[in-house]
């Protein structure tokens, strides 16, 4: 199948868990036999040709917090209808609102809901309004719909009458690495909280940074790995409660190797949000075989089960209590660290996640409902080497 990704930012995925996602699911769709077309912001990605058997095209946007994805979807859309996917695959609620136009063309069109983005703190009115009306053509106007987490499939299900698909993320095996490039930033192993993620309110940072101002113990230090998503003045605020604290480090938005250094020598990691899909984050750190500490909203407690520790969301005075437990028991963290890295292994796999995205748009051509998102057995295998050889315009 030829197969188009819009509504991202783009790959090769720096920051944004949508553009882990979906740099993830197309490089394997790739390695399964189809043709995968990747659509990047020129502002986020310099990339440009195939990586790693993705063709990746850069088109402009109107690069505002306003304007960004609503105005790069629309181009990308105009482009793919030239091009004549088979399947036309919609990343997040706003760009679902064109996910009817390659259908006029002939082409499948598949959205997938990461989070409900209207409740996201950064919004101001008008945008909170729009993106709240765009779940409706996310459920009406695709073929297909896919969410990422249980809690999203039962909001949807309920209150569109529908019936959409759960497909969660996934996760990447953890790679380890000593100490080295992290010890320019004074940091050593198991010295340090980790939060790794967009420095936005629904992240919950401020609470994490409050509770941990409170703790006065030197040898302990908080490491926050993101940066602003158009979220400059939520950043300054988390400047003005680091204030002179040498122990809170604002390193930005982090990759690769260091990333992979800091993961590998966190003591524990902390996601105390207000607001998730299902976060890559998280699950990148328990496969790191990480202690988490995290709020319990639904959609956190989805994604670690029973394995971690969690705390009352929004309540700073439970995070520090949680927090000074954890940093005092350090045989407790190792315990919760090994129970979250054997969960991670069994229910997080990209490529169980790829077959059952790709089950999606087989079953689409076949005019057969997909009422479960899970990969397709034994006997349907066959059937995808005829799907691969053959053109379904």
Known sequence: MRIAMIGQKGIPATYGGIERHVEEIATRLVERGHEVDVYSRVHYSRHTGDFRGVHTHRLPSLNTKHLDAISHCAFSTLDALARRYDVVHYHALGPAVFATVP????????VTVHGLDWERGKWGKFATWFLRLCENPAVRFPNKTI?????????FDKKYNTETVMIPNGA??????????????????????????????????????????????????????????????YVDSL??????????????????????ELWTNAYMVAQPSVLEGLSISLIEAISHGKCVLVSDIPENLEVVADCAVSHRTRDVDDLEAKLRELIDDPHRVGRVAEACQRHAEAHYS??????????????LFAGKPNKEAAPPDEEARPKLTLVKDRHLG
């Open 103 to 110: 259908r006029i063309a002939g082409a499948k069109t598949v």
């Open 350 to 363: 990209w490529s169980r996640i790829v077959e059952a995205t790709e089950a999606v748009y087989l079953d």
């Open 147 to 155: 969410v990422v987490s249980q809690t999203l499939k039962e909001y």
């Open 239 to 260: 400047m003005r409660i680091r204030g002179n604290d040498e122990r809170i480090h604002m390193l930005g938005y982090v990759y690769g190797d260091l990333l992979d």
């Open 172 to 233: 990447n095996p953890g790679v380890h690495r000593p100490p080295n490039k992290i010890k320019r930033f004074g940091l050593d192993k198991n010295r340090y909280i980790l939060f790794v993620g967009r420095l936005v309110p629904e992240k919950g940072c401020h609470y994490l940074m409050e509770a941990f101002t409170r703790i006065e113990d030197p040898n302990v230090h908080l490491v926050m790995a993101g940066g602003s998503s158009f979220s400059d003045g």
